[in-house]
């Protein structure tokens, strides 16, 4: 590595370092005085308080590194411009392109950087964040299961419906199983008072059982029986049927892909959910995008007010950001988009305008 890229590299670290614990600082202050009624009036102590702002960090570090990024990019060029230091560059012979390449680096290790942060830290900080503010914040049972009721299950062929799911027996009320055949068609139906899941198999109580054949274009009705109490083949234990409640931010890619085919199977729309999922693999790019995008910004700043000029465009280009991503996001949670386009399109937009502002320049 030259000695202008190290220069370069370690003028954007520092200024990053100083830019994203400023944002830190004023998101913890923020936070606190925000919630300080809650503190004061639920006499949470202190060390709840401090355990809940310092596991609410990474998360909000992890939005915050786009942006200090970005304000790093254009006060790091925007000071070089300022003392004519690109000009001696240039003058000896190198393009803004290779002034612009290690800071492009350090954006993609920075994209690295932002994907490990939500990958692996965000997920159980937040949900530490959660399960104190929950309990010992709000003084409040946390919501384990998203669905205990009138709950909607699919499973290959078989559709399941019942009244009532009671995780801690073991038991289900109010059992309806649908069995279909290669051909979609009803071919069975099974309708339980209680469902008893003990040593491995489910035993069904007051169970109907309806046979179905097909002729002629529709089904009828082949055969019934009554049982008392009978052993029902289900492939699915008790915990198959449960779906715990949790935020997007709680999970890693591959816990939400997997969350994503249980919540399908009880009947939930997952756009929003895929939406989610596209995003945590996109965002992390964001980081790139705005180094991008402050090359070309930092480069047509004026020497006067450079620095306020800087940070005050920053500000403009990393908040619009924010906004038609927030915005492609909620218009592909509504199916308006669908998810991949409303995750992405943001990043295509802002990469283009980039690309075709930094051509401008050079």
Same mark, same amino acid.
């Given at each position: 590595?030259?000695?202008?890229?190290?220069?370069?590299?370690?003028?954007?670290?520092q200024?990053?370092?100083?830019a994203?614990i400023?944002?830190l600082?004023?998101?913890i202050?923020l936070?606190?005085?925000?919630k300080?009624?809650?503190?004061?009036?639920?006499?949470?102590?202190?060390?709840?308080?401090?355990?809940?702002?310092? =596991?609410?960090?990474p998360? %909000?570090?992890?939005?915050f590194i786009? $942006?200090?990024? &970005?304000l790093a990019t254009m *006060?790091?060029? +925007?000071?070089?411009?300022?003392? =004519?230091?690109i000009?001696? %560059?240039?003058?000896?012979?190198f393009? $803004?392109?290779q &002034?612009?390449?290690?800071l *492009?680096?350090? +954006?993609?290790?920075?994209?690295?950087l932002?994907?490990?942060l939500?990958e692996?830290?965000v997920p159980?900080?937040?949900a530490?964040?959660?399960?104190i503010?929950?309990?010992?914040?709000?003084h409040?049972k946390?919501?384990k299961l998203?669905?205990?009721?009138?709950?909607?299950?699919?499973s290959?062929r078989?559709?399941?419906?019942?009244?009532?799911?009671?995780?801690?027996?073991?038991?289900?009320?109010?059992?309806t199983?649908?069995?279909?055949?290669?051909s979609?068609?009803l071919?069975k139906?099974?309708?339980?008072?209680?469902?008893?899941?003990?040593?491995g198999?489910w035993?069904?109580r007051?169970?109907?059982?309806?046979?179905?054949?097909?002729?002629d274009?529709r089904?009828?009705?082949d055969?019934?029986q009554?049982?008392d109490s009978a052993?029902v083949?289900?492939?699915?234990?008790?915990?198959?049927f449960?779906?715990?409640?949790?935020?997007?931010?709680?999970?890693s890619?591959?816990?939400?892909?997997h969350?994503?085919?249980?919540?399908?199977?009880?009947g939930?729309?997952?756009d929003e959910?895929k939406?989610q999922?596209?995003?945590?693999?996109?965002?992390?790019?964001?980081?790139l995008v705005?180094?991008?995008?402050?090359?070309?910004?930092?480069l047509?700043?004026?020497?006067s007010?450079g620095?306020?000029r800087?940070?005050?465009?920053?500000?403009?280009?990393g908040f619009?950001?924010?906004?038609?991503l927030?915005?492609?996001?909620?218009?592909g949670k509504a199916?308006?988009?669908?998810?991949?386009?409303a995750?992405i399109?943001?990043h295509?937009?802002y990469?283009g305008?980039?690309?075709f502002l930094l051509?401008?320049n050079?």
């Amino acid at each position: 590595m030259r000695i202008f890229q190290r220069y370069l590299i370690k003028e954007l670290v520092q200024i990053f370092l100083l830019a994203i614990i400023s944002l830190l600082a004023i998101y913890i202050l923020l936070e606190f005085f925000g919630k300080l009624d809650d503190f004061i009036e639920n006499q949470v102590a202190v060390k709840f308080i401090v355990l809940y702002l310092a =596991n609410q960090a990474p998360f %909000f570090a992890a939005q915050f590194i786009p $942006l200090a990024l &970005l304000l790093a990019t254009m *006060l790091t060029l +925007g000071s070089m411009g300022q003392h =004519n230091e690109i000009i001696a %560059f240039r003058s000896c012979g190198f393009t $803004l392109y290779q &002034l612009s390449l290690p800071l *492009l680096i350090a +954006g993609a290790v920075f994209c690295l950087l932002t994907f490990s942060l939500t990958e692996y830290v965000v997920p159980p900080t937040f949900a530490r964040a959660k399960h104190i503010k929950t309990v010992f914040v709000k003084h409040k049972k946390e919501k384990k299961l998203l669905n205990l009721k009138d709950v909607w299950y699919t499973s290959g062929r078989n559709i399941y419906h019942f009244n009532k799911l009671d995780p801690g027996s073991k038991t289900i009320q109010g059992v309806t199983i649908y069995r279909l055949g290669p051909s979609s068609m009803l071919v069975k139906r099974l309708d339980a008072g209680k469902l008893v899941y003990r040593q491995g198999r489910w035993v069904a109580r007051d169970l109907y059982i309806r046979e179905f054949v097909y002729r002629d274009g529709r089904s009828s009705l082949d055969r019934f029986q009554h049982q008392d109490s009978a052993a029902v083949a289900i492939n699915e234990k008790p915990e198959d049927f449960l779906i715990p409640q949790k935020a997007v931010e709680e999970m890693s890619i591959r816990e939400l892909n997997h969350y994503i085919d249980k919540v399908k199977n009880i009947g939930i729309n997952t756009d929003e959910y895929k939406v989610q999922l596209y995003n945590k693999f996109f965002f992390p790019l964001t980081c790139l995008v705005m180094v991008l995008l402050g090359i070309p910004f930092s480069l047509g700043s004026k020497r006067s007010g450079g620095f306020a000029r800087s940070i005050g465009i920053s500000l403009v280009v990393g908040f619009s950001f924010w906004f038609v991503l927030s915005f492609s996001l909620a218009l592909g949670k509504a199916g308006i988009l669908s998810p991949l386009p409303a995750a992405i399109l943001p990043h295509g937009l802002y990469t283009g305008l980039g690309i075709f502002l930094l051509r401008r320049n050079i």
